[in-house]
Each structure stands twice: as C-alpha cells, then as structure tokens.
C-alpha cells in the first residue's frame, strides 16, 4: 500500500523568498515520487520525478526536490519566489508493478508581493 | 507534445442523467486514468485500464462505469447522476511501467443540480 501526506494545505510566502513544501511518503516497495502544479482551471503538469539515480532532481521552472529514504521524505524547493509560482501543487507516488499514481491532498501556494 | 483530450470542459446535468465523459490521448499510452478532484480531498482514482476492454476498480468506483473500445478512448459513465457527482474529473494516460509519467487532460466541471 501507498500514501502520501502533504503537509501543509495552504502555503503563503513573499516573493523573492524561499519556497518550501513538504511531501512524506508511505510505499512497501522503492518507491517512484512526483511533483505536479496545477494552475487554476487546467489540469495537472510534472514539475519533477525521482525514479532511481541522483537523489537531488531538478525540475521545470527552477524547481528541484531532493528524495531522502530515512527521512521517507521528497520537499519541494524552489530559492526564490515568483509570483507565477501561485498555483496548487501535488506530490505522488507509485512503486514496483503499482502503476497507479497515489497523490497527496495537495499544498496551495500563495506568492504575495 | 503528449495530448489528453478531454471532451466537455464543463457540463451540467439534472439528478437522474446518464452522463458520458469523453477523454482521448493521441500517444499511444497503454495505460488510462480517471480521476475526480474535490476540494481538500486532492486526486482520487475511480477506475484505470491498462488495455483495450481491460479496466481495473480504483478507490472511488461506485457510482461510476468506464469503456475502452479503442486504445486511444477512455470513456467515464455516470449510469444515474447526483449532485454528490459534482466535481472536476481529470482523464489521464501514460505509457506501460510505475516510473513512467502520467499525462493529465484538462479536466471536466460536471455540476449536477
């Protein structure tokens, strides 16, 4: 079985300043872990995924995400914020013959000027 | 570029509807995916199929039938619609393998008064 906690469901910071959003995950087998925006009134798009390799995965639009198995963690960080960042953000997981992507609640962010 | 194609952006229906969501990707994904999406209760899967006439439940499945006819059509079918239905319903496809990514359409507002 698979979860995923997303912890925080609405995240606030200035622009310019640090974004952070945290994704704790629960799989039985290794997991693979993704990060998806979705913008108001569209669908969802990848920002970044973790399948096996570098741990520290970089993603679109100066996102990255580093994947830490004792922590059973995969946050989300971007060093400055933009205010095109506003936007929902999901993470993810699938693993072994589970093709199916559980998602987390998901985290609002809000980039205020 | 993937391409999922959903049908209807928005819908209302009366109690009582047969509904057909319509989604179609043009990439030749084996796998295809339904999900809803409410507020605070992030992504849900209702139903997946990973081959022509194959279909497999997800979490949410009452209430719920699909078809896959054809490998590139994914077609969601509320048999009696009701206003516990209202949601935004997000189709989904991507190719064989749990590391693979998971393309989304842009999703359906079925409202259902």
């Known amino acids: 079985a698979q979860s995923v906690t997303q912890l925080g469901s609405h995240v606030s910071v200035s622009e310019g300043a640090l974004v952070l959003l945290r994704c704790n995950y629960s799989?039985?087998?290794?997991?693979?872990l993704f990060w998806y925006v979705q913008y108001p009134n569209q669908g969802l798009q990848l920002l970044l995924k973790?399948?096996?390799?570098?741990?520290l995965v970089k993603g679109i639009n100066g996102f990255e995400a580093e994947f830490k198995k004792s922590e059973t963690s995969f946050h989300l960080t971007k060093p400055s914020a933009h205010m095109s960042d506003a936007a929902e953000y999901f993470c993810?997981?699938?693993?072994?013959?589970?093709?199916?992507?559980?998602f987390g609640k998901g985290t609002l962010l809000t980039v205020n000027p | 570029d993937v391409k999922v194609t959903q049908s209807s952006r928005y819908l209302v229906k009366r109690t009582g509807e047969k509904v057909f969501l319509e989604c179609v990707q043009d990439?030749?994904?084996?796998?295809m995916f339904w999900y809803r999406q409410d507020p605070g209760l992030g992504l849900r899967l209702i139903y997946f199929?990973?081959?022509?006439?194959?279909?497999e439940k997800g979490d949410i499945p009452e209430g719920y039938s699909v078809s896959r006819e054809k490998k590139e059509r994914f077609s969601l079918i509320l048999e009696s619609a009701s206003t516990n239905q209202t949601s935004m319903y997000l189709c989904?496809?991507?190719?064989?393998?749990?590391?693979?990514?998971?393309?989304f359409g842009e999703g359906s507002w079925l409202t259902v008064v």
């Open positions: 993810a997981v699938s693993g072994g013959s589970n093709y199916k992507l559980t």
């Open positions: 989904a496809s991507s190719p064989q393998g749990s590391r693979n990514t998971i393309y």
């Open positions: 199929s990973y081959d022509v006439k194959m279909k």
């Open positions: 799989s039985s087998v290794p997991p693979y």
């Open positions: 990439m030749d994904h084996e796998n």
């Open positions: 973790y399948t096996t390799g570098a741990t």
